[in-house]
């Protein structure tokens, strides 16, 4: 239902249709069959209007139950920049991508996001059926979600990965791209709060875990902790943090993170000088 919707159109024969795919997303081929005027001299065209909107078919990590969660195709995705934590800006507030990482099971409640390994022990699938199952009301996010719906998403994937024992680099990146969807819609307070959070998981990752290559390489991960203690007002704790991902740089291949590490120590200079200054 989401992905497409069908137009049928007669038209001249000795007209030329041209559809593309940069300003309508529409395809054309020809059935003779529904040309209702029945006449040589015109042709019938069915025009596939698709959507941004896609049912991708997932299958729930914990109770297995089989359903469907909106995606969004990427050709539709137009990406306007990035904030200085790596929060992406979407030309479109409707067609975001971070409205729909996380699938949601409507059945168990179980949500996740592809960060996530696979695998469950027994005896956290119990844990999990105990502290979420059993409370769950039936309920379907795999439509298309408001910031709300996303939000809820989030928290219910954060709560499932810290029940689950994910990785604190994944636990932490669901708490940040909760901050991210209350920034977008103003929610100041609780955009701290879980910036709060993240930058506690992400620090425990760095000191504990380490961080698997596949997730987040640890140029990166300094970086970003810097950036959210800057976001916090905590300029100490993130100017010893931008010290160590500027000391990498001979061994780093990431050197846009560098000039990012660059940036925000300039801007953190220049912010002690002026309020030396006043």
């Not at 005027?37 to 698709?50: A, E, I, L, R």
């Not at 979420?132 to 795999?142: A, E, T």
């Not at 810290?162 to 636990?171: D, N, R, S, W």
Request: hydrophobic share 35%; net charge positive; with cysteine.
């Amino acid at each position: 239902m989401n992905d497409w919707k069908l137009i049928f159109v007669n038209i001249p024969t000795n007209h030329d249709l041209l559809l593309t795919n940069d300003k309508k997303h529409w395809s054309t081929f020809l059935h003779p069959r529904y040309n209702k005027v029945n006449s040589p001299d015109y042709k019938v065209v069915f025009m596939m209007v698709v959507t941004p909107f896609y049912d991708k078919k997932t299958q729930c990590l914990s109770c297995k139950h089989s359903y469907s969660t909106t995606r969004i195709r990427s050709r539709f995705v137009k990406l306007a920049g990035h904030d200085s934590d790596f929060c992406p800006l979407y030309e479109s507030s409707e067609i975001n991508p971070l409205l729909y990482n996380v699938s949601v099971c409507p059945m168990c409640g179980f949500s996740y996001t592809d960060d996530f390994t696979a695998y469950i022990p027994s005896v956290l699938k119990s844990e999990l059926e105990k502290k979420i199952s059993l409370h769950w009301q039936p309920q379907d996010y795999g439509k298309q979600r408001s910031y709300s719906d996303a939000i809820n998403t989030y928290k219910l994937a954060a709560y499932c990965a810290l029940i689950k024992k994910e990785k604190k680099v994944t636990i932490a990146g669901l708490y940040l791209r909760t901050a991210w969807l209350y920034r977008k819609t103003g929610e100041q307070e609780q955009e701290r709060r879980f910036i709060n959070l993240a930058t506690h998981e992400y620090i425990d990752a760095y000191l504990t875990d380490g961080v698997p290559a596949s997730l987040m390489s640890e140029t990166k991960l300094l970086y970003i902790i810097a950036e959210l203690l800057r976001r916090q007002d905590k300029i100490d704790e993130s100017v010893a943090y931008l010290s160590k991902v500027i000391g990498k740089q001979h061994l780093s291949t990431e050197p846009k993170i560098i000039e990012m590490a660059r940036e925000r120590w300039y801007e953190i200079r220049e912010v002690y000088r002026e309020t030396k200054s006043i």
